[in-house]
């Protein structure tokens, strides 16, 4: 399966929030909550500069 882009996860998130999920749809809100938990670990990913890796300091 395709992993989903950062603007792709982006777009999902403020779709999620157009939608104005009521606290019962607890799915909703879980599915929500791991694409946002998806969102900002892609976010970190590819804000991460490789050169921090030297040396075995790399999170990866």
């Known amino acids: ?3 989903l882009t950062l603007t ?3 777009t999902l ?3 999620f929030e157009r939608a ?3 606290d019962q749809d607890k799915e909703e809100l879980e599915m929500l909550e791991r ?3 998806s969102h900002a670990e892609r976010l ?3 804000s991460m500069d ?3 890796c030297l040396g075995g300091a790399c999170k990866l």
Request: no cysteine.
């Open 8 to 10: 792709e996860l982006a």
């Open 50 to 52: 490789f050169d921090d």
């Open 1 to 3: 399966m395709k992993d």
């Open 35 to 37: 694409i946002k938990l």
């Open 44 to 46: 970190e990913l590819e």
């Open 20 to 22: 104005a999920i009521a």
């Open 13 to 15: 998130i403020a779709v």
